[in-house]
């Protein structure tokens, strides 16, 4: 079946160094979402990428969605202590089912 | 709004016990969703529905089973649990389709001893 590949796993950083975590997909998706969960919380919508190409900021969050629409990114800029979670991407496969699949996630620890 | 509630918070069940988790949004969204987190991993859907009285198959429905007899209300049962079932499970609704965000409930965390 169709797969969301989410690299790294895991990442640790010191605050106020960059971050990205990388979104791969086994098809063409018709669009891809982004979540957060924080540590023993549920995950909360943070953007979503329909069109090819498409790149979007949220402060110093920056979100792509490649020209193929099969893969994407997410990039924190100077990270905080408030980043830590995990960050997950979420494709929707072509036509319109309403499922998402989601990849494993990247869980971000920032050391103060 | 409350959003998406979902009962209980915490369960632990013996094995080949049965029990339903409850899940409700108040929100009026048409679709809603079931989904189990495993440590370290990401969402798997378990089953879905795009309305009252239309649930459809996910990934991982087996050991499970659902019902939409209303627009609010997705209640999830597990028949004869198995260690295989602990986990967390999250109940989410959207408005529609691919383009809308997921609002997802608190969780429910399982074991299965």
């Known amino acids: 079946g169709q797969q969301v590949m989410q690299i790294p796993q895991y990442q640790h950083v010191q605050e106020g160094e960059d971050f990205t975590t990388y979104c791969n997909s086994s098809?063409?998706?018709?669009?891809i979402q982004w979540y957060k969960q924080r540590p023993g919380g549920h995950p909360v919508f943070l953007i979503q990428?329909?069109?090819?190409?498409e790149v979007k900021k949220q402060k110093r969050l920056t979100f792509q969605f490649g020209e193929a629409k099969k893969n994407s990114s997410l990039h924190i800029t100077a990270t905080q202590t408030t980043d830590v979670g995990t960050y997950f991407c979420?494709?929707?496969?072509?036509?319109?089912?309403?499922?998402?699949?989601f990849g494993q996630g990247t869980t971000l620890q920032v050391k103060p | 709004n409350a959003g998406v509630t979902q009962t209980p918070k915490f369960r632990i069940l013996k094995i080949g016990q049965s029990m339903t988790l409850q899940c409700t949004q108040d929100?009026?969204?048409?679709?809603m969703y079931w989904y189990r987190q495993d440590p370290g991993m990401g969402l798997k859907l378990i089953y879905y529905s795009v309305g009252a009285g239309i649930t459809d198959k996910g990934e991982v429905p087996n050991g499970y089973n659902v019902s939409r007899s209303t627009t609010e209300d997705f209640p999830l049962r597990l028949e004869l649990a198995a260690p295989s079932q602990t986990s967390v499970y999250f109940c989410a609704s959207s408005y529609s389709a691919q383009l809308y965000e997921q609002y997802f409930g608190p969780g429910t965390r399982l074991t299965v001893t």
């Open positions: 979420a494709g929707s496969p072509p036509g319109n089912t309403g499922k998402l699949i």
């Open positions: 098809t063409t998706l018709s669009n």
């Open positions: 929100m009026n969204h048409n679709y």
């Open positions: 990428l329909v069109k090819s190409g």
